[in-house]
């Protein structure tokens, strides 16, 4: 079980960092949109590549904020049943959840998009507007990234419950 605890903190300790990161990109990202709404609505002043940004950073923090949601357990579900649940009852949900339905579409979102993202990348695909971004591959590759990220964090959400359900408790911790 320790090997368990080890993994957990490690994956629980990159997602972590990996959602302090977005939480400045998500703040970035508030900033150009409010920059850029005064200059079309103000200035009647628009850009392209601004506007490009916005929604490039929205999809950076949608892709690499999932895996941190995760960890949080920030995703949607139905608390009006789940809540009366007991916590191993919880858990084997959650386990099976992550392997009947997390794990598999994360796969299957990650096998589609490499003919795509490999595609974007040989013609190293910029935007088709004029005063658009470049490197429009990188913005691409970030779907199997992300993806990829929410199977590790998922693999650490299943080694929790996991422990849950033999009732293993960590030393030291009454939890």
Not at 82 to 110: H, M, R
Not at 142 to 161: C, D, E, T
């Amino acid at each position: 079980m320790q090997f368990l605890e080890k993994f957990v903190s490690l994956i629980d300790r990159v997602s972590d960092r990996i959602g302090y990161v977005v939480g400045w990109i998500t703040t970035l990202m508030v900033l150009i949109v409010f920059y850029d709404t005064v200059m079309r609505y103000i200035f009647n002043e628009g850009n392209v590549a601004l506007q490009e940004l916005e929604w490039h950073l929205f999809a950076v923090v949608f892709l690499l904020g999932a895996a941190y949601t995760l960890k949080e357990d920030g995703h949607v579900r139905v608390d009006i049943i789940f809540v009366n649940l007991s916590e191993k009852t919880k858990a084997w949900i959650d386990l099976l959840g992550i392997f009947i339905f997390l794990i598999p579409f994360s796969v299957i979102v990650i096998m589609s998009s490499k003919g795509f993202v490999m595609n974007s990348w040989a013609v190293r695909e910029v935007s088709p507007d004029p005063g658009g971004l470049p490197a429009r591959y990188l913005l691409k590759a970030m779907i199997p990234f992300g993806f990829f990220l929410l199977i590790v964090q998922g693999f650490s959400q299943a080694a929790k419950n996991f422990m849950t359900i033999v009732g293993y408790k960590k030393k030291g911790n009454n939890k």
